[in-house]
């Protein structure tokens, strides 16, 4: 993996940085608060490159038993418990129409047009359900859970072996799956959500899509190793204090586009990361900050024809996270005689590919708009490894930089609790009394 910073460099931009004079005394401070953990701090995340093997060859037969079984895999999930299985999934099958023999579905929403229409059209005998939660709460989730359960209870099917439960040790979903035999995979209780995909969380869908997670893990090792360099080649901490720099300037918006078809998804996985751990309202002293630094999700070329045009010339409160494939499995020579396009032959997809992305940052670094790149070899599970390591240090030393707890979320738990209200959950009244008046009280305008 490497950073290419040009675009950010003060050489070449008028608001351009000098990393060369970060403070080596701040950067050790980081590394060390982060990596000298304490249990309490939700920081476990940081062994799951190094977690026991024993552990990963569990899940590694796992997947390949449910492949050998089913016809379809289904995964029941929200949040950190779908978005980097969905990456994972675009990047190794979705992107390469590749038949890996059996159907893979990650249900991460409630929608019932589509949930109820997909639950329809599955032989249920044939099918295996992933229930993924970390709390063992999630009210969506369970939904589902119950929807299907029901279903398996209408056609005198014994629902349990259809089912495997991903969760916290000892909350009512593991004690309710141990107790219907279920096959149970343990989340680490200091592992959150969106930091969860190299845990069991990720691992066994991964697996069962004959995903290499052994190479997986293998490349988030080399990027934890980086991530603990004390010297200026540690990538994930120089785009930390990139980015926090920048919105000291006023760029509170962070574009994400990949140019590669395959890395389509990393924009949603990492929005999560980044929006979810440091968007928040108070900093560790208690003190209203208003934290954050919103992502937008882009691919290149794509994105070229849609949105460019605003980052080219619109306000100047973005900066642009590029992503490169220095290498792809596949290519082909553009031979066509088109007299009306004479300057396309003999050149070939990539490097047309590669063009459109150099030229994109640099017209974007003549226009005083800050960009740097992230570049890796080639798209394989080694660097989807480091990729998916990098994006979870960057936004660690990001919380360091803007001193906010990084690992909770106060206004996701607030909508939850208005939820509750809704569902009449004991102990939520007032809550319900609120939500109940503000329903009554919605201004509306009808077509």
């Not at 890395?263 to 990492?270: G, M, Q």
């Amino acid at each position: 993996m490497k950073l290419e910073y040009a675009g950010v460099s003060k050489e070449n931009l008028k608001s351009g940085l000098n990393l060369s004079t970060m403070s080596a005394i701040t950067r050790n401070k980081f590394i060390k608060t982060i990596f000298s953990k304490k249990s309490s701090d939700m920081l476990d995340w940081l062994d799951l490159p190094n977690q026991n093997p024993d552990d990963v060859k569990v899940f590694w037969e796992y997947g390949k038993y449910v492949r050998r079984k089913f016809d379809n895999f289904v995964v029941l999930g929200i949040g950190g418990s779908a978005l980097g299985i969905k990456m994972l999934q675009n990047t190794f099958v979705d992107s390469l129409n590749k038949d890996i023999g059996i159907k893979v579905y990650v249900c991460d929403n409630i929608d019932p047009d589509s949930f109820v229409t997909l639950i329809d059209k599955l032989n249920l005998k044939k099918t295996m359900f992933n229930v993924i939660t970390k709390s063992g709460g999630t009210s969506e989730t369970l939904a589902q859970m119950s929807i299907i359960i029901e279903r398996y209870k209408s056609k005198k099917i014994d629902y349990s072996k259809h089912f495997c439960v991903t969760t916290t040790k000892d909350n009512d979903l593991y004690n309710y799956a141990k107790l219907k035999n279920m096959q149970v995979f343990d989340i680490p209780k200091g592992v959150g959500g969106r930091f969860s995909v190299l845990s069991s969380v990720g691992l066994v869908p991964a697996s069962v899509m004959g995903i290499d997670i052994f190479k997986l893990l293998l490349g988030a090792s080399i990027a934890k190793n980086n991530s603990q360099d004390v010297t200026l080649n540690n990538i994930a901490y120089s785009c930390a204090y990139i980015n926090y720099s920048y919105l000291n300037k006023g760029l509170t918006n962070l574009v994400t586009m990949p140019y590669s078809d395959r890395l389509a998804l990393v924009p949603d996985f990492f929005a999560q990361l980044w929006a979810e751990s440091l968007g928040k309202k108070l900093n560790r002293q208690g003190e209203v900050v208003y934290a954050g630094q919103t992502p937008i999700k882009t691919l290149g070329v794509t994105d070229q024809h849609s949105q460019l045009q605003l980052y080219s010339e619109g306000i100047k409160d973005k900066i642009i996270m590029f992503m490169t494939v220095e290498n792809s499995d596949r290519d082909e020579k553009i031979n066509s005689d088109l007299l009306f396009a004479p300057h396309l032959k003999n050149t070939t997809l990539k490097t047309l590919l590669d063009y459109e992305y150099n030229s994109t940052s640099y017209s974007l670094t003549t226009l005083d708009r800050p960009n740097y790149t992230i570049s890796i070899e080639r798209v394989d599970e080694e660097n989807m490894g480091k990729l998916i390591f990098f994006m979870e240090m960057m936004t660690a030393f990001m919380g360091e930089f803007l001193n906010i707890n990084t690992y909770d979320q106060p206004g996701v738990e607030l909508s939850k609790i208005y939820t509750k209200a809704c569902l009449h959950v004991k102990g939520y009244e007032t809550q319900a009394k609120e939500i109940k008046n503000y329903s009554l009280d919605k201004k509306t305008i009808v077509m």
